[in-house]
């Protein structure tokens, strides 16, 4: 499984506030500061401010990097149970999954990506550029079907915080998308709200999926989060080349089929 971090964005629930919140948390055994505005990448949980929050003193949880499904599990649930009757979440909460993407060595050979510089050379490498161009392609193929699982307000028929990607990927063959992307510098999408944000490899080497609401319901972040990390995983394993999403029904069976996921799990989930 590759590497992920969640950002949760959450408000007090009545009674409760920032200190009282990470007060609570530290009591429990969940190691977290307040570090304000910042980018950098912890071995701990962080609270973050973020502006699409910000009124009714909400805040962003940031996780640190976790790698395996028995570390993931285990974090998300300590969290989520911690903030029970202590957060609350509305239709401006969101929350955002990261999927490391550049630690593999298929993309960065050759280039030290533990720099922005080196990071953003690794974007300009042939291998990366059809990464993203298939994902966008394999994102956008699906993306009604993400529509009918996510909250009203997260389709992307909404805008602002979750912008679809361009059309045009959705249909796309290998063949034009490695076409494509050998005329470009690097793949990137129209703006930084989209779905999947690929400016988030610049700054910490992971692919971003911006779409989903916010929760504190571990059932919900897990499966969301296995969800990306398998369209990740479908997009860059080599031995799932020439598999294309038009080849399945844009249904939540046929996404599921397309991603190899059985009868049970996301896929039970998903069609709940």
């Not at 974090?75 to 999927?99: N, W």
């Not at 504190?216 to 479908?234: G, P, Q, S, V, Y």
Request: hydrophobic share 35%.
């Amino acid at each position: 499984m590759y590497k992920v971090g969640i950002e949760l964005e959450i408000k007090p629930a009545q009674g409760e506030t920032r200190r009282t919140i990470l007060a609570h948390l530290n009591s429990v055994g969940i190691p977290i500061e307040w570090e304000g505005y910042t980018h950098d990448i912890m071995n701990r949980w962080k609270a973050v401010s973020d502006i699409t929050v910000s009124s009714g003193g909400g805040f962003e949880l940031v996780s640190k990097p976790m790698s395996g499904i028995d570390e993931i599990e285990s974090e998300v649930s300590k969290m989520c149970e911690a903030l029970k009757g202590k957060a609350r979440v509305d239709r401006s909460c969101g929350h955002h999954i990261h999927v490391a993407l550049l630690e593999k060595y298929w993309a960065h050979r050759r280039v030290d990506v533990s720099n922005t510089n080196g990071r953003r050379e690794a974007l300009k490498q042939k291998q990366v550029k059809i990464f993203c161009g298939k994902l966008a392609r394999n994102y956008s193929y699906f993306q009604s079907v993400i529509d009918s699982i996510v909250a009203p307000s997260r389709r992307t028929s909404q805008g602002a915080y979750n912008t679809a990607i361009p059309s045009h990927w959705a249909t796309m063959t290998d063949r034009q998308i490695e076409t494509q992307v050998s005329t470009t510098n690097r793949v990137q999408m129209d703006r930084r709200h989209c779905v999947v944000n690929y400016d988030s490899l610049v700054v910490y080497g992971t692919v971003e999926f911006r779409q989903f609401q916010g929760t504190i319901n571990k059932t919900k972040i897990l499966n969301w989060m296995r969800l990306t990390e398998r369209f990740i995983a479908r997009t860059a394993d080599r031995k799932y080349k020439g598999r294309e999403p038009m080849d399945y029904p844009k249904t939540i069976n046929g996404m599921c089929d397309f991603l190899g996921f059985g009868k049970y799990g996301v896929r039970r989930w998903a069609t709940q």
